[in-house]
């Protein structure tokens, strides 16, 4: 099969990248494809050089399969285009709330995969996708009321030009010398930013939104869900804390083992000195981490965790490449 990645040398398309050779699938052609400034560069898939070509020319009927990954602006403009050649996933924000869009985390929703209208399928937003991961197997054996959570994001999650500029602002303050900060609205080194995306309604902000309105599509529309996210001076790895409230009654060791059983979570929770997972030690990882499980004496039936999970892995790369596995498992669902 041949397969397009649109956004091949940002963060996440590289990310493709190397989840899909580590991959079985067959693929006979891996198309990169990215803006004409990169147009023509090489990059190695499998020890082979693939050229980079421009999107403005390149023909989706050459594919089975597009990763769109190169921002909202690129998906609103190129992928119904693609779509009319090509099956598309997208990771921007832009068709996540679409209805005739499936919104999906395979380990979640996979049935949702039947209902494909447009031949698009949407990607979660990356503190999303590994929430629903840890909610799913808690919601389905005591019903979830409502979730509160904050967030302290990486700053990959804006892509790779914060990421270059969170070490250059680090070699500033470390040099005493002034920062002035281009993708970020203040100083992000030794700093925390209680703001990510734009501002939308009564002072949350759309991050904080896509949390709330992604949760009800994938998971269950009858789940209350309040978020703050907050940027923090880290490359990699997304993390959360959740104080979640059920309906039913739990026990502790029912909860570990629930995760500790459910794909695509892990739980590494030892009470003690270093017994719980950090940002560092999730980046690379498929995984998502689950720590400091421990019960909300504050409410009835109250939850308390962290989770980690590398944000350009769950919350992009390897989601975006487990939806196509299982597409490709299902024979594409018959269409
Ligand atoms: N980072 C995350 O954790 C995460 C998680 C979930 C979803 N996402 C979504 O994934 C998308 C990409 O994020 P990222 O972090 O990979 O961003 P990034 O590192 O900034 O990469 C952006 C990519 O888009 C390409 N691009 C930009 N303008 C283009 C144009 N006019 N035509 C064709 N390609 C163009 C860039 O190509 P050039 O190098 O040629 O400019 C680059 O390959 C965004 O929609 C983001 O919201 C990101």
Partial sequence: MNIAIVGATGNVGRKIIEVLEKKELSIENLFLVASPKSAGKKILFKGKECEVSDLTSFDFAKVKIAFFSAGGKISEKFVEKAAKKCLVIDNSSYYRMDPHVPLIVPQVNPEALKNINKNIIANPNCSTAQLVIVLKPLHDA??????????????????KAPMDELIEQTKLFLDNKEIKSQNFTKQIAFNAIPHIDTFADEGYTKEELKMTNETKKILDPKIELSATCVRIPILVSHSESVNIEFEKSFTIEKVRELLDNSSGCKVIDERKDGGYSTPIEATGKNETFISRIREDKTITNGLNLWIVSDNLLRGAALNAVEIAETLIKNKFYGK
């Avoid at 005591?142 to 892509?159: A, F, L, M, N, P």
Wanted: hydrophobic share 20%; charged share 10%.
């Fill in 142 to 159: 005591y019903t979830i009321k409502r979730v509160v959570t904050s967030t302290y994001q990486s700053v990959s999650g804006g892509g």
